[in-house]
Structures are given as C-alpha cells and as structure tokens.
C-alpha cells in the first residue's frame, strides 16, 4: 500500500490510464489489508483503552473515512477503468478527492509509525544486533529526515489540500522522478517518526506505572 500511495501521488508522471489502474489496485489492496485485519474491528469494543489504543484508533477511523472518499470520488472521476461518472459531480469529486488523498498519504504515514516497533523488532530479530549499538546514529538520521520532511510538507502546501483550500494540485514539471520520491517519502518518515515516537513515550510511561504499582 505504501509503494501504490506513492505512485498515486506523482500523477502527472505516470498519466492518467495508470492513475486509475493503480487507484483500482490500492482500492483492492485495502480491502485486502482490512479482512486480513478484521480481528481489529471485533475488537473495537472490547477491553480498555490506553492512551495509544485511543490515538491509534482514531487514526484507524480517519484512514477508513479517507480512503472510502477517495475511492468513491475517484470512481466518479473514472474514464478509463470504471467509468461511473455522474453528470453533475466531477468538480465536487476532484475537490473530495484531492483532499482525501493528502489526508490519507498523512494518516497512512502515522499509521506506520504507530506500528513500526513491530518492525524495528523484527529487524533487530533478522540481524541478531544489539539495539544499542545503533541507537544514535539511527536517531540522527531519524531526526534529518523528519527535519527534511517538515520543510517538504510546507513547501508542498499539504495543509492547503487537507483542508481544501486548493482545488488543484500544482506540481513540478521540472522536478525529476526520483527527486518527486524521495520527497515525499521524507514527509511519510516525518508523520511515522512522530507516531512511532509518540507511541514509544506512551509505552514506557505505561511501563512505569505498572512498576509503580508492583
């Protein structure tokens, strides 16, 4: 999901045809994602809520709403693949997608993060490396990226299409590709180093709590 999200941002470098096959692509990759998750939504209202549970399943709840906007105002602006355009719609849809699509590039992103301990686990498992070896130099990098990121998402007026203040997206015909990618995956590490980092402070204040009460 995260390789289509990408390409779904660089439109113009990839058309429109393929635009659309990727749209259907990320829309049967989440449908996928969310019945090899559908444990999550039985257990919703089950059990306690932390602090983390309630941030990562407002998360949750905002992904699925963007990415049910996206979806269906992308099938409304369809040409190619589904055409189901409704006379009437076309500009209402662009502006719902345009947003939706900056909302759920951001919520994916925290997403990740609130769920890269996981990963972070396995690589430590797969390289059988102490995790203190690279502590400081992974958190250096960690923090440029993220410093890199914030300055990308300014610039790129992410804010102005979240919060539909902008119609149309504009983009760089000059940019290169790869300098388009790489971009954007600095403001994807940016919002997943924030969750992942947020969820790691609220893990181990939970921890010492459990010590304070043992």
């Known amino acids: 999901m995260t390789v289509l999200l990408l390409t779904l941002m660089a439109y113009p470098l990839t058309g429109e045809v393929a635009h659309e096959w990727l749209g259907v692509a990320m829309f049967v990759t989440v449908v996928a994602h969310n019945l090899l998750n559908r ?70 992103s925290l997403h990740l993060g609130l769920h890269w301990g996981l990963v972070m686990a396995m690589a ?35 804010l102005t299409y979240m919060l539909m203040q902008t119609h149309f997206a504009f983009f760089d015909f000059s940019e290169p590709a790869p300098l388009f990618y790489l971009n954007h995956m600095a403001i994807m590490g940016l919002f997943a180093a924030v969750a992942y980092y947020l969820a790691k402070l609220s893990q181990n204040k939970q921890k010492k709590k459990g010590g304070v009460g043992k």
Request: charged fraction near 10%; aromatic fraction near 12%; proline fraction near 4%.
């Open 124 to 158: 430590r498992k797969i390289a059988k490396q102490p995790s203190g070896k690279w502590k400081i130099p992974l958190r250096i990098v960690t923090s440029t990226i993220a410093a890199y990121g914030l300055w990308e998402f300014i610039c790129r007026g992410f």
């Open 39 to 108: 444990k999550w939504y039985a257990a919703v209202f089950k059990g306690k809520y932390s602090l983390l549970r309630v941030v990562g399943t407002v998360v949750n709840v905002l992904l699925i709403a963007a990415m049910l906007g996206t979806a269906v105002s992308g099938f409304l602006m369809n040409n190619h693949v589904l055409p189901l355009s409704i006379p009437g719609t076309i500009a209402a849809a662009r502006t719902l997608h345009l947003a939706g699509s900056y909302w759920c590039f951001v919520l994916i």
